[in-house]
């Protein structure tokens, strides 16, 4: 009988000054089945180091740490490495930072408010290649586009279908393709021809502005 190969895990590593928070991630990070933390760093420079010789898949980085802080470790580490996602995990809550973090190519930013159950799935997300944004971080781009009319991004004379609504919907609240699938009772690929679809009507970019175009529908409020 013929046994499945072993599902490779998503390799972590931690960056975070701060020996307790490292440890209480490490421990709930071990806990999941596809996931493996092998590497901690106590600052930027050791995370930018790290990470150039472990090549971990994901790094989940925080922002204020000393020597070389997580923006400039995550600018210089995607330039260095562009395979290797950065995941930001900090306390700050504020519009400046998330957008020079997806600029400097982070692939997603959750508070640290966030529950455990948001920081998985955020670190399944971006292994996936998509950009993840947790609910708190999404209502800072609400609140940031909400003096801008929606028309302002979105220009388009094409209706959107009520699934394609779902989708994007889902979308913008950072389910992944896979788990958007399970939800709608659809393929994959269809999800991705629904995103595909929906971007080049709506002239979006990015998840980023899908979630900016949610906002505007007040999609982020809703149940």
């Known amino acids: 009988m013929k046994t499945s190969p072993p599902t490779r895990k998503i390799r972590v590593l931690l960056a975070d000054d701060h020996t307790v928070v490292r440890e209480g991630l490490k ?5 999941q089945p596809d996931m493996t933390v092998i590497g901690e760093a106590v600052d930027g420079e050791d995370a930018f180091q790290q990470a150039k010789k472990l090549t971990p898949d994901v ?22 490495c562009p395979k290797i996602k950065v995941l930001v995990l900090s306390a ?50 609400a609140s940031d ?16 279908s009520p ?19 399970a939800r709608l009772q659809i393929s994959i690929k269809t999800v991705e021809t629904y995103k ?14 899908i979630v900016r175009y949610a906002s505007h529908q007040g999609w982020l409020e809703e149940n």
């Open 27 to 31: 421990f709930l990070l071990d806990q």
């Open 59 to 80: 790094v989940v980085m925080d922002i204020s740490m000393p020597r070389c802080n997580g923006m400039q470790a995550t600018e210089r580490l995607k330039q260095a």
């Open 92 to 141: 700050y809550e504020n519009i400046d930072y998330l957008r020079r973090l997806l600029k400097a190519g982070a692939s997603g930013y959750v508070t640290k408010r966030s529950a455990a159950m948001e920081l998985t799935r955020a670190i399944r997300t971006v292994n996936t290649g998509e950009t993840y944004l947790d609910s708190a971080s999404a209502g800072i781009l």
């Open 145 to 160: 586009m909400a003096g801008r009319s929606p028309t302002s991004d979105v220009k388009t004379g094409e209706p959107i």
């Open 163 to 181: 699934r394609e609504t779902e989708v994007l919907r889902d979308i913008a609240r950072g389910y992944s393709n896979k788990e958007i699938a």
């Open 196 to 209: 595909a679809r929906l971007m080049e009507k709506l002239k979006l970019r990015s998840r980023v502005d």
